[in-house]
Structures are given as structure tokens and as C-alpha cells.
């Protein structure tokens, strides 16, 4: 559950909070390991998913501005841990589902399988037992958004920077990995922040790459154009940011162009970079 503070809730929004509904996701392209044109990814069960306000700010070039007044933006009662995953809506009920997953190649590879991107019954099997170990619901075999991120982030704790994407500065420096969606900080070859997942911006709205510093914070952020919460705002290039959200992370559609973290760990975060601060962002979100 979630407190919502002293703010009227957008329409859309308001009316998903009282029915339940999931939001909508997106397509992504048809290259076997991702969704056809006509096929949608809902929460694999029923009622999962918390609904969200719009995420992000359209306008990827002017910084922000503070809205007037400050006003608190919302505050989770309590964190859900509950790992959901997005699935097509005929696999949902699957003991284990013969569907090509969107992240199937990815999965394939993290899990040690055969990289072919199509799903087999021994796919399904390995899938099945990992999302049981991770607590990923349903476990039906099904490489989608949340059993990719969550493959990626074991794979990713010892050591986030052994490709040495990330350059290593006496400075901290936060890496932005667009390839994986993750994110951590450095310092030197110390890790300062450790490797979360992270949704970088969809077709159209692209997280920037290449080098940007943290110029301006905000901790009770609301976007004056959406009139969304964004909490612990740390501003790195025009109206890009790091910043919490409220629902799932592991989505099928990204951010607009923001880097989104939990609420959990964009409050981490904050307390982590300082303005000035430098980010280092490379790859490309998969399906872009």
C-alpha cells in the first residue's frame, strides 16, 4: 500500500487506483526475443502490479522547475518485495509456458542455456527453477522483464565494472549501464553504491550517454509539467535524472528518459552523490 500526501491524483491515475487496473505496456520489435506488435505484457497474476503515476518529464532539454511551494511527495507505507513478472496474457495460467520470452536470449545466456532465442522444454525447465529460487511469480518459464533484470543483477554483484565499461576516476563516479539496466557508484575501483536495477527511457525518449554531472537536487521533486512525483531528483543532464518511483522497476516499456530507481534505493542515492558528481552513462536499452 501507498500514502498518498496532500496532492490531487491525476484522472487516469485516480481511476487505476480505484479499479485495481494494471497500466498498459507498450510493444516491443519483433526480433524473436521480443514481443510481436499485437502482443501485450500484463502481471502474471491477477491484481499484481501497483499502479503508477506518469513517469518522468517529456521535455528531455530544459532543466526542471521547482513548482511552487514544497509539498511532500508521496511516501510508501511499506516496501513490496513481491517479483511479478509481465507475461503474455494466454501464458499467464501456463505450468510452463512454450512462449519465446522477451528477454529470451538474454535469459538463455545469463542461465548458461543454449543461445538460440526460442524457448524449449529444457528452457523452461532452468527458467522455471531460477524464477523459483529468485521467488519470481509465476514461475511458468516465461523470460520476460523481471526474470531478465533479476538474472542480470546476481550476475552483476561481485563485480558490476569486469568489462570496465565504467572508467575509474579518484572521483565517484555513478555508471549507468543502459546494456544490462543497472547502475552503480565508484570510487576509484572501490564500490561506494552497490549495483541496483534500474528503467532507462524508451523508443523515442533515450536515456543520453556519454559523461554528465549532478548540477541539481531536489528531494521532494514533483514535475510541474505532469504534476508527478519524483522523489530524491538528482539532475544530471537537462531533464534527465536519477530519480524513485512507485511501482515495479523491471517493466516491458522504459522511463522517458530518466533513470529510475526504487523508491529504496533512489533514497540511498541521495544520500550517496553530491551535487557536481559525475555520471557516466553507455549501451543501449535492449529492444531500442
Known sequence: MTRWRSRILPPLLAAALLTGAAPAHGDGPARGEEPGPAEVLVPGIAGAGRPEYPMDTPDQVLPPTAPDGEIPV???????????????????????????????????RLLKLKVDGKQSAADCRAIRAFQTAQKIKPANGYAGPVTWARAELLAARKNPNAAKNCPVRSYPVACVDLNRELMWVQKGKKITYAVVNIRSGRAGYRTRTGWHSIYWRHKDHWSTIYDT????????????????????????TGSRGCVNLTYKHAEKLWSVLRKGDRVYIWGKRPGL
Open 229 to 252: 512525483p519524483m522523489p530524491f531528483s538528482q539532475f544530471f543532464d537537462g531533464g534527465q535524472a536519477f530519480h524513485g518511483v512507485y511501482g515495479a522497476i523491471a517493466t516491458p
Open 74 to 108: 508521496p511516501v510508501p507505507e511499506e516496501e513490496v518485495d513481491e517479483l511479478v513478472e509481465y507475461l503474455p496474457r494466454d501464458a499467464t495460467k501456463a505450468a510452463c509456458t512454450a512462449k519465446t520470452g522477451m528477454y529470451q536470449r538474454q535469459v538463455e
